[in-house]
């Protein structure tokens, strides 16, 4: 292989890293139910946070409070696997590279 295409995979090689570190760095939440639930995840879908207000507590309904926490948690990865996949998108062209997001 030539200099320039190494040089060019090593470049390539530290921007990845570098929105890696980024996208761990980045906070996403999602909610439910007007607020009452909030999840919070980073940009590698780990789940940060979860908030339940006091007032999501008061009907005693589990099954209610348990769907909002799932919703909650749904949007907020969304949120994340799509912003990772832009962030990544660009880097790599397009390329499906597994394992970068």
């Known amino acids: 292989m030539n200099r320039s295409f190494m ?22 939440e999602g909610s439910a139910g007007g607020g009452a639930v909030k999840v919070t995840v980073n940009g590698q879908q780990q789940i940060q946070s979860v908030k339940i207000s006091p007032e999501a507590l ?8 348990e769907d909002l926490v799932l919703a909650a948690v749904s949007e ?13 998108g660009k880097l790599t062209g397009g390329l499906n590279i597994p394992g970068l997001t």
Do not use: H, W
């Open 7 to 28: 040089r060019q995979a090593q470049e390539l090689q530290a921007k990845l890293a570098k929105a890696q570190q980024e996208l761990a760095e980045a906070i996403i």
């Open 58 to 65: 008061e009907s005693g309904d589990v099954e209610m409070l």
């Open 76 to 88: 907020a990865v969304t949120k994340s696997q799509e912003m990772a996949a832009k962030r990544m």
